[in-house]
């Protein structure tokens, strides 16, 4: 059992460019919470925050947690233990947070371990993942699904034969969209078919057309109450909108919800919806697809 001296920690997942960072300000509009950006992110050894986060973690292959052998369990534990009682006030959002927010994009495979190892709540956000990797092929960031293929142990546990034969196919002759889209499938395999931890799911989708009501869902989830707060922040752009275009920026200002959630239809012809229609059909991931532009529950 915990010694419950401090709030819960919440443990937050999304993807890269899948509504995290206006789910993260949305949390943080609550009195004293602050979050921590990708507590998980490997890629910046050389600054400061890097430095500390590299100084616990174990070294993974394109900072892919997924699984954990004996050894690594324990460092991540020590490092969550530091992050859930306050003492890396250098990675918070909010030096003076009396509760912390984990911003994670890329330990989804983690979800049932994490809350083994602190007192913590959980929260799933969704994205079209179409949306979401034309967003990550734009702004000139890598794909980082290899590491769950070359990995035997996971991928034959949590993979069928089919589904690892096509991901093989589509890194040797797939586009940048396919193995976008792949990404986004086998980061989110474990959480939405194998996690046995009881979680909030959250769809970006729920957050643009019903900003109200998803706001006091997740709001009411966690015992939060400045649901004010967190709206007003709702509509307006994230602090990583530097990372959209214009026009999404434009639509986002404007209130224009439905066009906001349409819009990558735009980047992406029939040809290459078909494609990715196929990996999400062929790793079961049909609370999306190609035919709408919100998630089909």
């Not at 997924?66 to 003492?87: C, S, T």
């Not at 949590?158 to 002759?173: F, G, M, R, S, V």
């Not at 404007?254 to 919806?273: F, I, P, T």
């Amino acid at each position: 059992m915990f010694k419950l001296f401090k709030k819960s920690i919440i443990l937050f997942y999304s993807s890269r460019r899948g509504g995290s960072t206006l789910m993260a300000q949305l949390l943080e509009a609550e009195p004293k919470v602050g979050y921590v950006d990708q507590p998980f992110d490997l890629w910046k050894p050389n600054t400061k925050r890097g430095q500390v986060i590299a100084s616990y973690l174990p070294q993974k292959d394109k900072s892919q947690f997924f699984e954990l052998d004996a050894i690594e369990f324990v460092k991540v534990k020590a490092y969550l233990r530091q992050l859930y009682k306050l003492n890396l006030g250098t990675l918070s959002s909010n030096k003076k947070a009396k509760q912390l927010v984990l911003k994670i994009v890329n330990a989804h495979g983690l979800i049932d371990q994490l809350p083994q190892m602190v007192p913590s709540k959980t929260i799933v956000l969704l994205r079209h993942p179409f949306a979401q990797a034309l967003s990550v092929i734009r702004n000139g960031w890598g794909t980082c699904e290899l590491p769950f293929l070359e990995s035997k142990a996971w991928s034959s546990t949590y993979l069928k034969k089919e589904q690892q034969d096509y991901a093989w196919q589509i890194i040797k002759t797939g586009t940048n969209f396919e193995r976008a889209v792949l990404n986004w499938c086998l980061e989110w395999v474990y959480p939405v078919h194998f996690s046995n931890t009881n979680y909030l799911k959250v769809h970006y989708e729920d957050l643009v057309l019903e900003g109200e009501s998803t706001v006091k869902l997740i709001y009411d989830y966690l015992g939060f109450k400045n649901t004010k707060g967190a709206l007003q922040v709702l509509h307006k752009p994230s602090r990583s909108s530097t990372f959209s275009m214009s026009n999404t920026i434009d639509l986002i200002n404007n209130g224009e919800k439905k066009a906001l959630l349409s819009s990558w239809r735009k980047h992406v012809n029939e040809e290459e919806q078909i494609k990715g229609q196929k990996i999400l059909t062929i790793f079961n991931m049909t609370m999306y697809n190609m035919n709408s532009d919100t998630p089909v529950i």
